[in-house]
C-alpha cells in the first residue's frame, strides 16, 4: 500500500506530524497513564492480592519494555509505518483478551501481549517528538495532552470499575488502540538521513551518554515503584475509593502544569541545571511524605507535588538525551531503558510490598530517585557545556 511507501518529504515539525504523534501517544499510552487505578481495580474487582495486583502492572510493563528494545535496534532500517500498524493491531489484541481472562497467570500473558504493542507505539511516539526541533516544548505539548486524558480517566475509574467492570475498560482499551491507525499517514517513515543531520551532532559522546542513560534508568525506576501503587497507598491510609481517585485527578491536573511549564520554560533561557535538580529531588521529597502515613491532606499534597514534578522534568531530560544525536536514534533508546525501569520498578514493589504497608515501598522510590539525579546530573550538564562551547566556537 503507498501508505507504507517511503515518497516524499517529512517534515517532523508540521503541524499535522505533531499532532499525530500526540494521538499515537494517546493510543500507546491509553492503560499506563491511569495505572494506579488498574492496580486498585486488580485488587478490588479481581481480588487479587497487593502483590500480585503489582506483577500484573509489572507484566504489561516488561512487554512494554521488550518491544520498546527490539525497536531501538531495528529503527534504522525498519519501516515506522509499517511497525506502527503492526503494535497498534498487537496492542488491540493483547487489550482484547485482557477482557477475557480472569486468572491471575491468564491475565499476565494478556497484559503482556497488550504491553508489547503499547510500547511500540510509545516508542515511535516519542522518538518521532523527538526529531522535531523544539523537542522540549513539544514534549511539553505530548504530556499536556496525555495527562489531561489521565486526570480524566483516574477520576472516572471507581464510577467505571462499578459500570462496566475491568473487563468493559479493556475492551475501550482495545478500541484505542486501534486509533493509532488514524495517525499514520502524517507518521515518518524512519529516523532522519545521515545527510540531514550535522556531522558533529551524529558523533555520539558515549563517556558522557552512558551514565545518563544509567541515570534515568534508575529514575524511571523510582517514579515505576510508587506509580503503580499510589491508588492502594491512599485507600491503605483509610482513604476512601473516590476521594483517592479525586486526589490523583487533581494530581493529574498538577502533572498538566507541569507539562505546560516544561512548554513554556525554555532549556535556553533557564538552562537545565534547576529544572532537572528540583524535578528530580523535588519527586524524591514528595513521595518521601507518604512514609509516616499520610493524611488526606499530607496524600493530596505528595501526589499533586509528585505529578507535577515528574511531567516538568521529564521534557528536560528527554531533551537533554536527544541532545545526544539529532538523528533520533539515541532517542529510541532512551525510551526502552524508560519503559524497562517502568516495568523493573512494579516488579520490585511487588516483592517488597506488605499487607496494607508501603513504607518500603516509598522508601525504595526515594532511593532511586537519589542515584538516578546523581547519575544524570553531572554529564548532562557536561555535555550542555561542551554543546555551548560548539556554538560559540
Same mark, same amino acid.
Given at each position: %500500500?503507498?501508505?507504507?511507501?517511503?515518497?516524499?518529504?517529512?517534515?517532523?515539525?508540521? @503541524?499535522?506530524? =505533531?499532532?499525530?504523534?500526540?494521538?499515537?501517544?494517546?493510543?500507546?499510552? =491509553?492503560?499506563?497513564?491511569?495505572?494506579?487505578?488498574?492496580? @486498585?481495580?486488580?485488587?478490588?474487582?479481581?481480588?487479587?492480592?497487593?502483590?500480585?495486583?503489582?506483577?500484573? $502492572?509489572?507484566?504489561? %510493563?516488561?512487554?512494554?519494555?521488550?518491544?520498546?528494545?527490539?525497536? $531501538?535496534?531495528?529503527?534504522?532500517?525498519?519501516?515506522?509505518?509499517?511497525?506502527?500498524?503492526?503494535?497498534?493491531?498487537?496492542? $488491540?489484541?493483547?487489550?482484547?483478551?485482557?477482557?477475557?481472562?480472569?486468572?491471575?497467570?491468564?491475565?499476565?500473558?494478556?497484559?503482556?501481549?497488550?504491553?508489547?504493542?503499547?510500547?511500540? *507505539?510509545?516508542?515511535?511516539?516519542?522518538?518521532?517528538?523527538? *526529531?522535531?526541533?523544539?523537542?522540549?516544548?513539544?514534549?511539553?505539548?505530548?504530556?499536556?495532552?496525555?495527562?489531561?486524558?489521565?486526570?480524566? @480517566?483516574?477520576?472516572?475509574?471507581?464510577?467505571?470499575?462499578?459500570?462496566?467492570?475491568?473487563?468493559?475498560?479493556? =475492551?475501550?482499551?482495545?478500541?484505542?488502540?486501534? %486509533?493509532?491507525?488514524?495517525?499514520?499517514?502524517?507518521?515518518?517513515?524512519?529516523?532522519?538521513?545521515?545527510?540531514?543531520?550535522?556531522?558533529?551532532?551524529?558523533? &555520539?559522546?558515549?563517556?558522557?551518554?552512558?551514565?545518563?542513560? *544509567?541515570?534515568?534508568?534508575?529514575?524511571?525506576?523510582?517514579?515505576?515503584?510508587?506509580?503503580?501503587?499510589?491508588?492502594? &497507598?491512599?485507600? @491503605?491510609?483509610?482513604?476512601?475509593?473516590?476521594?483517592?481517585?479525586?486526589?490523583?485527578?487533581?494530581?493529574?491536573?498538577?502533572?498538566?502544569?507541569?507539562?505546560?511549564?516544561?512548554?513554556? &520554560?525554555?532549556?535556553?533561557?533557564?538552562?537545565?541545571?534547576?529544572?532537572?535538580?528540583?524535578?528530580?529531588?523535588?519527586?524524591?521529597?514528595?513521595?518521601?511524605?507518604? %512514609?509516616?502515613?499520610?493524611?488526606?491532606?499530607?496524600?493530596?499534597?505528595?501526589?499533586?507535588?509528585?505529578?507535577?514534578?515528574?511531567?516538568?522534568?521529564?521534557?528536560?531530560?528527554?531533551?537533554? &538525551?536527544?541532545?545526544?544525536?539529532?538523528?533520533?536514534?539515541?532517542?529510541?533508546?532512551?525510551?526502552?531503558?524508560?519503559?524497562?525501569?517502568?516495568?523493573?520498578?512494579?516488579?520490585?514493589?511487588?516483592?517488597?510490598?506488605?499487607?496494607?504497608?508501603?513504607?518500603?515501598?516509598?522508601?525504595?522510590?526515594?532511593?532511586?530517585?537519589? =542515584?538516578?539525579?546523581? *547519575?544524570?546530573?553531572?554529564?548532562?550538564?557536561?555535555?550542555?557545556?561542551?554543546?555551548?562551547?560548539?556554538?560559540?566556537?
Amino acid at each position: %500500500m503507498s501508505i507504507f511507501k517511503n515518497g516524499g518529504t517529512y517534515d517532523p515539525d508540521r @503541524g499535522s506530524s =505533531i499532532a499525530a504523534a500526540v494521538l499515537l501517544g494517546l493510543s500507546a499510552n =491509553i492503560s499506563f497513564i491511569i495505572q494506579p487505578g488498574l492496580v @486498585g481495580g486488580f485488587v478490588d474487582a479481581l481480588h487479587f492480592t497487593e502483590g500480585q495486583a503489582g506483577e500484573l $502492572a509489572a507484566y504489561e %510493563m516488561f512487554g512494554i519494555a521488550a518491544s520498546t528494545v527490539v525497536l $531501538a535496534f531495528l529503527s534504522l532500517k525498519a519501516n515506522w509505518r509499517i511497525s506502527l500498524a503492526l503494535c497498534a493491531i498487537l496492542a $488491540a489484541v493483547g487489550d482484547f483478551l485482557s477482557a477475557k481472562m480472569t486468572g491471575f497467570h491468564e491475565l499476565g500473558i494478556a497484559r503482556f501481549i497488550a504491553g508489547c504493542g503499547h510500547g511500540g *507505539l510509545i516508542s515511535l511516539s516519542f522518538a518521532a517528538i523527538g *526529531l522535531t526541533k523544539r523537542t522540549d516544548r513539544n514534549l511539553g505539548i505530548y504530556l499536556t495532552a496525555l495527562l489531561s486524558y489521565g486526570a480524566l @480517566g483516574l477520576l472516572l475509574m471507581p464510577y467505571l470499575l462499578d459500570a462496566i467492570g475491568l473487563s468493559g475498560i479493556f =475492551i475501550a482499551f482495545s478500541v484505542a488502540s486501534l %486509533m493509532a491507525l488514524f495517525s499514520l499517514p502524517y507518521m515518518p517513515y524512519a529516523p532522519k538521513e545521515e545527510a540531514a543531520a550535522e556531522v558533529e551532532a551524529t558523533r &555520539i559522546n558515549f563517556r558522557l551518554l552512558i551514565p545518563t542513560l *544509567l541515570g534515568f534508568l534508575a529514575y524511571n525506576i523510582s517514579q515505576g515503584i510508587v506509580w503503580a501503587y499510589l491508588f492502594l &497507598i491512599g485507600t @491503605g491510609a483509610g482513604l476512601g475509593d473516590q476521594t483517592v481517585a479525586n486526589s490523583l485527578f487533581i494530581s493529574q491536573i498538577f502533572g498538566v502544569i507541569g507539562a505546560f511549564l516544561a512548554v513554556i &520554560i525554555s532549556a535556553k533561557v533557564v538552562g537545565r541545571f534547576a529544572p532537572i535538580t528540583a524535578g528530580v529531588l523535588g519527586g524524591a521529597a514528595f513521595i518521601a511524605l507518604l %512514609m509516616p502515613g499520610p493524611s488526606y491532606v499530607t496524600y493530596l499534597i505528595a501526589v499533586c507535588g509528585f505529578n507535577l514534578a515528574w511531567n516538568k522534568v521529564l521534557p528536560f531530560i528527554l531533551a537533554a &538525551i536527544a541532545d545526544f544525536d539529532v538523528r533520533g536514534r539515541v532517542m529510541t533508546f532512551a525510551l526502552a531503558i524508560q519503559m524497562g525501569g517502568l516495568a523493573i520498578g512494579p516488579y520490585i514493589a511487588s516483592q517488597i510490598v506488605g499487607e496494607g504497608d508501603y513504607f518500603s515501598v516509598e522508601l525504595s522510590s526515594v532511593i532511586f530517585f537519589v =542515584i538516578g539525579y546523581v *547519575l544524570l546530573i553531572f554529564p548532562i550538564m557536561s555535555h550542555s557545556r561542551i554543546l555551548k562551547a560548539a556554538e560559540q566556537g
